[in-house]
């Protein structure tokens, strides 16, 4: 049933499949994320108690989930790459992890930017808060393992040890709204049969969390062919890649001096 | 009967002596980490200043995360020196399974440095002012709590204990875990100083250490084999 998935286990085959849905994951990403930014800040109806400050919403959720979903994705993969002893999951979880990092601290920033005017304070110790940056701290202590190795296959698992330990933090975001319910807002966008927000309102945030999406997509496809070139630096093939490289840019640089 | 049919049992508390009789021979690793708790603790006073009310409010924050401090400086006893001379090399290529081996180690560790901080922890509770009501709510969760830390500890020291400079990177992987026990633990000393239930925060620290007794000797035997590789 999953035999058609065993060719992606070597690194040369997966590395020319990401090269190939690369462009159109870049493209999608920059037209989903131009309609949906240029459609929420523009056009979407202002809030009617929060004003025009509330689109920062558009910004805050998408990068808010997303660093719940890349941890997932990162979990998915250090579980992958121990039962199966399958190397290319490491390699993809050590491209997810910054990027999470990054996105876990954007949704930090962008919400005390809207705590700011709306709360009146950059940052409340909220539960969901703090779980958020709780989980700033394991995807620091996951890069930080992943620097402390030399040998990257070690790294991998340890930091996949780490972070299996830390997915229990996941729930604990999930759920905290409902066990503490606190100063921060409830969900708005996940009930499924009557959102609590306005369909127009409701539209432009689709695309920006596809669009944002996609280029987390994008930023971890970029980031895991590079993984795969540095770990398999002596293998054959990717000495004739780069070779080939080099010559395509000699010969080039050779037909702009004539 | 040669050492390979052991019981469970009888692996587990040779290790478990082994390692009592190991710390009792450098009682400088069990009286360190308790004189750093001590000192911490009363440096907070000196910072904050000698108010009563002041004090018995913070009491409860300042004595858990000096006791999570203390911990995490006595965490680098559990396997390093092991490590070091091999013997943590032995013990994993011996036929009975981590997870019992660990465990001992673990409990060692717990009885070492956990349980005489339990013990003096009333003592720098009446120095902080805590409120009378909540003497009991501190040791139950101190009880119940300090087994948590140490058993996640040990997954980071796991993970950490083949690199060079372990230590800072251990309380960067380490810390971050430690936080829901802290939550909950202030949580109930608080909500006992007002004199309301707090069995239920009791029973959340419970379930992490019941959680965490079943599972981390699992992560920290998959740790021990990373880093000794």
């Avoid at chain 1, 459609?39 to 979407?44: G, I, K, R, T, V």
Wanted: proline share 5%; glycine share 6%.
């Amino acid at each position: 049933m999953w035999k058609w998935l065993h060719p992606y286990a070597n690194p040369e085959v997966s590395y020319h499949f990401t090269g190939k849905i690369l462009p159109w994951l870049g493209a999608l990403a920059t037209l989903f994320l131009s309609i949906g930014i240029i459609w929420a800040l523009a056009f979407a109806p202002a809030d009617y108690q929060q004003g025009d400050s509330f689109r920062i919403f558009y910004v805050h959720v998408p990068a808010a989930s997303l660093s719940m979903g890349i941890y997932f994705g990162m979990a998915i993969a250090a579980f992958t790459s121990m039962v199966w002893q399958f190397k290319l999951a490491d390699a993809s979880a050590a491209a997810m992890a910054p990027v999470g990092a990054i996105f876990t601290a954007i949704a930090l920033i962008t919400g005390a930017a809207w705590g700011k005017p709306m709360w009146g304070t950059w940052w409340i110790w909220d539960a969901r808060l703090t779980s958020e940056l709780i989980l700033l701290f394991l995807y620091l202590g996951v890069i930080a393992l992943h620097n402390a190795f030399e040998d990257k296959n070690l790294a991998g698992k340890a930091a996949g040890i780490l972070t299996l330990v830390g997915v229990i933090n996941l729930p604990i975001i999930k759920y905290s709204v409902e066990w503490w319910n606190t100063l921060h807002q409830g969900s708005t966008v996940s009930k499924l049969g009557k959102p609590s927000m306005s369909i127009d309102m409701l539209w432009p945030f689709v695309f920006c969390f596809i669009g944002f999406a996609l280029l987390v997509a994008t930023i971890i496809c970029i980031r895991f062919r590079s993984e795969i070139l540095t770990r398999n630096s002596i293998r054959p093939w990717v000495r004739t890649l780069v070779s080939e490289h080099l010559s395509k840019h000699i010969a080039q640089e050779k037909n702009n001096a004539i | 009967m040669s050492i390979a049919n052991l019981s469970y049992r009888a692996v587990f508390s040779l290790v478990l002596k082994r390692d009592l009789t190991i710390a009792m021979r450098h009682k400088d690793d069990i009286i360190n980490p308790l004189l750093f708790f001590v000192i911490v603790v009363t440096l907070f006073p000196l910072g904050i200043g000698p108010e009563a009310q002041t004090l018995s409010r913070i009491a409860p924050g300042i004595i858990w995360v000096a006791a999570l401090l203390s911990t995490l400086l006595s965490l680098d006893r559990l396997f390093k020196s092991d490590h070091d001379d091999g013997s943590l090399e032995q013990m994993l290529l011996s036929p009975h399974p981590v997870f019992i081996l660990v465990l001992a180690k673990i409990v060692a560790h717990w009885l070492i440095t956990g349980l005489p901080l339990i013990l003096i922890a009333p003592l720098l509770a009446v120095l902080l002012h805590l409120n009378e009501q909540s003497y009991g709510a501190l040791m139950l969760t101190l009880l119940l709590g300090t087994p948590v830390l140490s058993l996640l500890g040990a997954i980071g020291v796991g993970l950490t204990v083949g690199i060079k400079k372990g230590g800072v990177l251990l309380s960067l992987l380490v810390l971050p875990l430690y936080i829901p026990v802290l939550i909950f633990a202030t949580s109930a000393i608080d909500t006992a100083a007002l004199g309301l239930p707090y069995s239920g925060q009791l029973a959340i620290i419970a379930a992490l250490f019941i959680g965490s007794l079943t599972l981390a000797p699992f992560a920290v035997g998959a740790a021990l084999k990373v880093s000794t590789n």
